[in-house]
């Protein structure tokens, strides 16, 4: 006869301490504290399961793999970008930077998860996925085809991929492009490169310094001003 005090074959027996209040939600916030804190390879279901205190089969019940903690992660991350529709009282430029601000925010607050939620492709869930809406909302009140509408938010997506990649390698709100462009320039032989000497001048020493800020915001309103004119 089986001991009634342990799990015999085929049974899952008592939870240890902890598992009995283990869900996907708890997992996953704390595999994103993991790798906010030190990077996406120190994420592995063995460190998971100890930062939880439970068994590393405990965690496979809500999630079978590591790809799934990751396409989770992205799920936990882009949850709160989704927002209410404003309406026709909000201009669609209006709708449409903040959705790429917001878009853009939810990558910067976790730099070290963004390289892996824009290079896996299965970490592309279905929230992901549905993050874009409002970006197709607000061009579609533009009055833009639905062919012009796909390609804009494309467009607008890979600029903000792009940006934010740059983002997590620099870590900083600010850098320098060239630390040493204005010397360079002024090395320049006479007569090369006239138009770049003329403006990196003008600019110094100070007005190299680049904004990430800024710099996206300047991205953000050409790409809607082109919109726009299409």
């Known amino acids: 006869m089986v001991n009634a005090g342990k799990a015999g074959p085929g049974r899952s027996g008592r939870p240890r301490s902890g598992e009995e209040r283990l869900s996907?939600?708890?997992?996953?916030?704390?595999?994103?504290?993991?790798?906010?804190?030190?990077?996406?390879?120190a994420m592995t279901m063995r460190r998971l399961a100890a930062t939880l205190g439970v068994n590393p089969m405990s965690i496979y019940h809500h999630?079978?793999?590591?790809?799934?903690?990751f396409a989770g992660l992205a799920e936990l991350v882009f949850a709160e970008v989704d927002s209410p529709d404003p309406g026709e009282a909000v201009p669609?430029?209006?709708?449409?930077?903040?959705?790429?601000?917001?878009?853009r925010n939810a990558l910067r607050a976790?730099?070290?998860?963004?390289?892996q939620v824009l290079s896996d492709t299965s970490a592309v869930s279905d929230v992901v996925v549905t993050t874009v809406e409002p970006f197709y909302r607000a061009l579609d009140r533009a009055g833009l085809s639905p062919r012009q509408i796909f390609e804009s938010v494309n467009t607008l997506i890979d600029f903000i991929h792009g940006f934010s990649l740059g983002e997590a390698a620099v870590r900083a709100d600010t850098f320098d492009l060239a630390p040493d462009l204005l010397t360079r320039v002024q090395?320049?032989?006479?007569?090369?490169?006239?138009?770049?000497?003329?403006?990196?001048?003008?600019?110094?020493?100070?007005?190299?310094?680049?904004?990430?800020?800024e710099g996206f915001e300047s991205g953000l309103t050409t790409l809607v001003n082109g919109f726009t004119a299409t």
């Open 63 to 69: 999630l079978p793999n590591k790809a799934a903690v």
């Open 110 to 115: 976790h730099p070290n998860l963004a390289l």
């Open 92 to 103: 669609w430029q209006d709708q449409l930077k903040g959705a790429a601000r917001a878009y």
């Open 187 to 213: 090395n320049l032989p006479p007569g090369k490169a006239p138009t770049l000497s003329r403006v990196v001048e003008s600019l110094g020493e100070e007005g190299l310094h680049y904004d990430f800020t």
């Open 24 to 41: 996907r939600q708890a997992i996953l916030e704390a595999a994103l504290r993991i790798v906010d804190d030190e990077g996406i390879d």
